[in-house]
């Protein structure tokens, strides 16, 4: 089963600021999810990723196969930022669902 | 992009009740819908995983006969939890699958059991 390690786990940081949340997963993996979650709860998928990188927005992803590791990037960060992102990968064949990070918790202050 | 809806999106239920939950894929055919569970706090957890036409294959742990999935059509999978209890109480997601692997989340459902 693919283990799945999300960082930092809670980050506070300044309006403005450049943001980056890293995901490493220790299986070989067809595919890679960034999600959003807000405080009610829904979820947004950013992201799918099985190469290279991504952009849209402020928001730009990137994976690396070879070394497991996917990093998600946000640009001039903005309060309404504020929420929980999650790493999330597809193993194998893609039989099974995903495997979740446990989340990145990210607060943007004014 | 691709849809895919919930619903409710919110439900306050008695114990002892059985609750509904839908998923649809709006604009696409979703062979293989998965259904999450997410604790307080937690990350989220698959439940089971449905095909279209076939039975739901479930995680260890998750009682089949308390939630009960049907995947009747390539648009449409339900959950029902049956004689909800208060540690029923959580937040229900699903994902679907369309044929090129691509996969969408739905909304979620934060199920409420008094």
């Known amino acids: 089963k693919n283990e799945v390690e999300q960082s930092p786990q ?5 309006e403005g600021e450049f943001i980056t949340i890293n995901c490493s997963y220790s299986v070989g993996i067809s595919a890679l999810h960034w999600l ?43 309060p309404r930022d504020s929420a929980v992102y999650i ?14 990070g446990k989340g990145t918790h990210l607060i943007i202050q004014p | 992009g691709a849809v895919v809806s919930q619903h409710p999106s919110r439900v306050i239920c008695k114990s002892g009740t059985s609750v509904k939950i839908e998923c649809r894929s709006l604009d696409f055919q979703a062979t293989t819908m998965f ?16 095909n279209e036409g076939s039975k739901a294959t479930y995680e260890q742990g998750v009682e089949k006969d308390k939630f009960l999935i049907n995947h009747a059509s390539l648009t449409l999978s339900t959950l029902t ?16 699958r369309g044929r090129r692997a691509e ?11 008094t």
């Not at chain 1, 790493?87 to 979740?100: E, I, K, N, P, Y």
Request: glycine fraction near 10%.
């Open chain 2, 103 to 113: 996969q969408y989340f739905g909304p979620g459902t934060r199920l409420t059991v």
């Open chain 2, 35 to 50: 259904w999450y569970r997410q604790f307080p706090k937690k990350s989220l957890m698959l439940m089971a995983t449905s």
């Open chain 1, 10 to 14: 809670n980050l506070t940081a300044q």
């Open chain 2, 81 to 96: 939890v049956t004689s909800a209890h208060p540690e029923d109480s959580s937040f229900y997601i699903c994902s679907a």
């Open chain 1, 36 to 78: 959003q979650q807000h405080p009610g709860g829904g979820i947004v998928s950013l992201f799918m990723l099985s190469s290279g990188k991504k952009k849209h927005g402020r928001l730009i992803a990137t994976i690396n196969i070879q070394e497991k590791h996917s990093s998600l990037h946000i640009t001039a960060s903005h």
């Open chain 1, 87 to 100: 790493c999330a990968v597809l193993s194998g064949g893609g039989a099974d669902g995903l495997t979740f």
